[in-house]
Each structure stands twice: as C-alpha cells, then as structure tokens.
C-alpha cells in the first residue's frame, strides 16, 4: 500500500479526506489526454486506497501453541516460494500434530489441490463442512475441488451452496457460471453473471478482465437461450466500457475477440444490430492509439459483413463482392480475380441488383463506398456491352492462373461461347489442357495495368 500513498503524495495512514483532495489535485495536471499512463497510475492508486482489498479467505483464531505458530510460518514460507509438495507435506505433518486445530485442515486442502490430490482434497474438505456446515469457505474449497476433479454434479451443488451462503468474490462467480453453463443450468447462470457485472459502477484496473470475462459467458449463455437478454446485456456493456474507459483499451483484444463471434449469431434483428453498433462506437471512442483502434476497426468489418450477409434482401452476389473486398486484401492478385468474378455475376443480374444496391447506399454506406463506381455504371446502363466485354477479357487471363470462380461455373453457356468450347466438363479424370501461351516473369501482365507479370500480379 506504501507505493499507492508515494503515488498521490501522501504519507501513509492518510485520511479519505486527504485521498481524495490529493486525487482530483493531481488529476487536473495529469489529463488522461495529455498523460494517459500517469493518469492511469494515479486512477488506480486511489481506487485501491479507497476500496482496500477484501477478504480473500477464511479467519480462524490465534494459534496458542508457540509450535504451531512455527510450524505455520514454514507453512507461509513454503507457499510464498511456490513449493507445493513442502507446503502439502508441511500441512499434512501440522494436521497430525494438531489435530484440533482446523486451520491446519483448511491449509492441507488447499495444498492438496494445488499440488494435483483432488481427489484426497475432496475428502479434507468434506470433513471440514462436515465439522463446519455453516463455514462459506469451507463451500467454496470444496467445490473448487469437485470442479477440478471433473465432478460437475457435485460441483453444481456445492457452488449453489457456497453463493447462497455469501461467496461472491469475481473469480468465484466465473466459475460457478461456467458449471451452471455446463449443467445446462442458463438462467441461473445468466442471472448470477448479471448481479455480478451490475456490483459497481468503477472497478479496480485488476477487475476489468474479469468483468469482461463475465460478459463473455453472458453472451455465451444468452445465444443459447434466443438472445432473450442482449438488450439488456449490451446496455450494461455500453455503460461499462464508458465508466472503465481508462482500463478498457489495454483489454480491447479480449473484448473484441468476444465479440466478434457473437455479433454475428443467428436470430439477431435491427434492434441487436443498433444495440451492437452502439457497443463499437463506444468502443472506438475509449481507443487512442492507431494500433487499437484498427482492432476495433477489424471488428466493426466483421460486424459490418454478418449484418450484411443475414439481410434477405440483399443477394449473394453483393455479399460475396464485400467479403472478397474486405477479408481478401493479403493478396491482391486473388482479390482483382474474385472481384471480377463477381461483377460478371451481377452485369447477368442487373435488374435484381438495381434495388439491392440501393439498400446499400441507404443502409450500409461504409459498403457502398466499396462498390460505388461500379454500381453507378450498373445502375446507368450505359455501354454496358463494352464493360461486360472488359471484365471477361481481363477474366480469362486471370482464370488461367486461379480458380474457383463462380461466373463461368453458374453461365457455362458464356463460357463456351468465349472460348470455342468446353476446356472442362467437371471430369477429373483427363488432364487439364492449357489454351494460351504460358506468361513468362518479364511479359506484360494480362490484367492490363502495364506493368512486367513478376512486378504485379506475378508477385
């Protein structure tokens, strides 16, 4: 605690008074504009001053016997230094000494546990809640060990104890969430995720994670009951990422890995849309740094592309074009092939097409932006011929050398029209029989822009 007080200037023992004056003092010169890691350091010097630390374990009385007060300081040390055998075998020669005192007992459990024993661990903390049925901590140690052990029944039950009793500590919760995920019990583990995330408005810098990880299986459980709580859910997480801002962008990895597969569900509606997009922009908004808010951007393309491909008036045609635009950029000559691909495809559907690009422009303008000089030739319809004659000459150069194109596969009749003939009637038995002339490293690129194959899409 020594460092928060040298933090804020103070010495140690300082009233709330004193925190707080010498807090907003310092977080008037210190902006987390101007000097966002200062800022940071000073937020959470103060939190932790104001919110000390709570209780993390069971308390038991003071040890009379000056042996088992020594045997209990090697017992510390051992933990201190990471030494779980010694530390097992310590609190196993402490019980047997003492074997009234049940702090020894508690202490073999945990040792226990940690050291792999589950199985000797469930049985130290059965005797402990058996002694002690009332003691909370004895609950939650037990169903730590039935957890750990794979005994998903009893951990069940033993964790519903152990909250009904007082645990509510965040890594408690999480996991008592998880067992209730994985006993099939949703709602109630929907409903403890939900108390948990509503606990505080400010959480400590260390929280943050784990309130992240609480939406994350509220997200997870909610999916599998029909979404019936995302409103309710993205509300919070809204409000969440605008009262943690400071902490939120060294999360924002984990945020949006968690987001970005249940953006993109099954039974989402404009309503979970809106809600979604609010979520990024607040996201966006607490991201200063370029490197962050390209992962935010990253996610708002994928948001963009679900939305998209799960609107039934909008074609497959228009979501491939977007998917080949945004996800295929690595590599550029795959990406000028598949987008021509997909132009031919719409120049066949033109009058189906008309309407849906229109739907983008007015609803999706960041895709719009993606195809606008091509659907404003599709929509005027002028030399349309010559632009269908374009993309097919710049077409059958690049099929030479990629495939899985969908316009010769779905319009087999263009395809022997442009080339004479059938080059595969989708046998794979015979060879494959090149038509034209291989292009060397130092010829002309076919797609026209001039430059030696090897400089552009040879590379």
């Not at 609950?139 to 909250?163: P, Q």
Request: glycine share 6%.
């Amino acid at each position: 605690m020594e460092e928060y007080y040298k933090i804020l200037g103070l010495e140690p023992g300082a009233t709330s008074q004193e925190i707080k004056r010498a807090y907003f003092s310092l977080v008037r010169k210190y902006s987390p504009e101007s000097e966002p890691e200062k800022f940071r350091e000073i937020r959470e010097a103060y939190e932790q001053l104001q919110n000390p630390v709570r209780q993390d374990g069971p308390v038991f009385p003071e040890l009379s016997d000056p042996w088992a007060v020594k045997i209990l300081q090697q017992i510390r040390k051992y933990q201190q230094q990471g030494q779980k055998q010694l530390t097992r075998d310590a609190c196993e020669e402490a019980w047997r000494i003492f074997p009234e005192e049940r702090q020894f007992l508690y202490l073999l459990a945990v040792a226990q546990r940690q050291a792999g024993n589950t199985g000797k661990a469930i049985k130290s903390c059965e005797r402990l809640v058996k002694e002690e049925p009332e003691n909370r901590w004895f609950r939650r140690e037990l169903a730590v060990s039935y957890i750990e052990r794979g005994f998903t029944k009893k951990a069940y039950y033993a964790c519903k104890d152990a909250y009904e009793m007082g645990c509510r500590d965040n890594d408690f919760v999480l996991m008592y969430s998880v067992i209730c995920h994985e006993s099939g019990d949703l709602q109630t583990g929907i409903s403890i995720l939900l108390e948990l995330v509503e606990r505080k408005k400010r959480w400590h810098r260390e929280e943050v994670p784990e309130i992240i990880e609480a939406y994350c299986g509220l997200l997870a459980m909610d999916a599998l009951t029909g979404i019936r709580h995302f409103s309710d859910i993205m509300s919070r997480l809204k409000e969440f990422i605008g009262s943690c801002s400071v902490y939120i962008e060294e999360n924002v990895e984990m945020l949006c890995s968690c987001l970005m597969y249940f953006m993109t569900q099954d039974g989402f509606g404009s309503e979970e849309y809106r809600l979604s997009g609010d979520v990024l922009s607040a996201l966006e908004n607490v991201c200063r740094s370029e490197e962050k808010r390209g992962v935010v951007n990253e996610l708002k393309l994928h948001f963009l592309y679900g939305r998209l491909k799960r609107d039934p008036r909008i074609g497959e045609e228009i979501s491939r074009y977007m998917e080949t635009a945004f996800f295929m950029d690595e590599d550029p000559s795959l990406q000028k092939y598949a987008v021509t691909d997909t132009k031919l495809c719409m120049l066949e559907k033109r009058q189906e097409m008309i309407g849906q690009l229109e739907i983008l422009r007015q609803e999706y303008p960041e895709c719009y932006e993606k195809i606008r000089e091509f659907a404003r030739q599709l929509c005027e319809g002028k030399d349309l011929p010559r632009l269908k004659a374009s993309l097919l000459k710049q077409y059958i150069s690049m099929s030479n050398y990629h495939g899985g194109g969908y316009y010769f596969e779905e319009y087999p009749q263009e395809k022997a029209h442009v080339r004479g003939r059938v080059v595969h009637d989708g046998s794979w038995d015979e060879p494959y029989v090149r038509e034209t002339k291989k292009i060397g490293r130092n010829d002309p690129c076919p797609c026209g822009s001039g430059k030696k194959y090897k400089q552009c899409c040879g590379r």
